[in-house]
């Protein structure tokens, strides 16, 4: 199983919003509406951000947001803040009965 | 609170074996799926393993199967992991993760420990 595809850098301003994209295949992304994202900060455990492609756990600011189309689902940050810099995860459940996990993004607040 | 905390890592030869161990408490953990989740130094997350409620089926990543052996105990709540014929590659931050319960129709992983280093060098 192939790791999903992220771009490795992205970074915004302050109250800017940033995108994070994860192209998957048809095998994960593509057929499962069971994407799920997860932060990271340095030395840290993953935390989860959103599941299910756009859900929010409780405690999870509104500012993350996510959305998927065909084999790519994208992680959206709106009104960008310090404490959002960090490693972002995507992971989706596979054909397998598996997991994968995206190459992950490095997330730059400028 | 749920908390998931590993232990047993550390530096072992090239071919040595090691237990890695994964103490769950805040849950009902005989109602949930486990995983092993690994990082090597700076680089991304890796699916390892995984393990059913009642522990009767395993599934293993391709670069670990025949290598590494998920178990665990329900009565100490407690995961393991098993890691034979290690190899340097296997260097990482070894995470035990929850999957969320399986009656809920989603598939994720909502909690983490905070994760043990296993360093295979000579």
């Known amino acids: 199983q192939s790791a999903l595809t992220q771009p490795a850098s992205v970074s915004g301003s302050p109250g800017q919003s940033i995108t994070i994209s994860c192209t998957g295949t048809?095998?994960?992304?593509?057929?499962?509406?069971?994407v799920s994202w997860y932060q990271q900060h340095p030395g840290k455990a993953p935390k989860l951000m959103i599941y299910?492609?756009?859900n929010r756990p409780s405690g999870v600011s509104n500012r993350f947001s996510g959305s998927k189309s065909g084999n790519t689902a994208s992680l959206t940050i709106s009104g960008l803040q310090a404490e959002d810099e960090a490693d972002y995860y995507c992971s989706s459940y596979t054909s397998s009965s598996t997991y994968v996990f995206g190459t992950g993004t490095k997330v730059t607040v400028l | 609170e749920v908390q998931l905390v590993e232990s047993g890592g550390g530096l072992v030869q090239p071919g040595g074996s090691l237990r890695l161990s994964c103490a769950a408490s805040?849950?009902?953990?005989?109602?949930?799926?486990m995983h092993w989740v690994r990082q090597a130094p700076g680089k991304g997350l890796v699916w390892v393993s995984r393990?059913?409620?009642?522990?009767?089926?395993?599934t293993y990543a391709d670069s670990v199967k025949g290598r590494f052996t998920i178990s665990r105990d329900n009565a100490k709540n407690t995961l393991y992991l098993q890691m034979n014929s290690l190899r340097a590659e296997d260097t990482a931050v070894y995470y035990c993760?929850?999957?969320?319960?399986?009656?809920?129709?989603?598939?994720?992983?909502?909690?983490w420990g905070q994760g043990t280093l296993v360093t295979v060098s000579s």
């Open positions: 299910d492609v756009s």
């Open positions: 993760a929850r999957e969320v319960l399986r009656s809920s129709g989603s598939y994720h992983f909502d909690y």
């Open positions: 805040g849950f009902t953990f005989s109602s949930y799926w």
């Open positions: 393990i059913n409620s009642d522990g009767s089926t395993t």
């Open positions: 048809s095998s994960d992304v593509g057929v499962y509406n069971y």
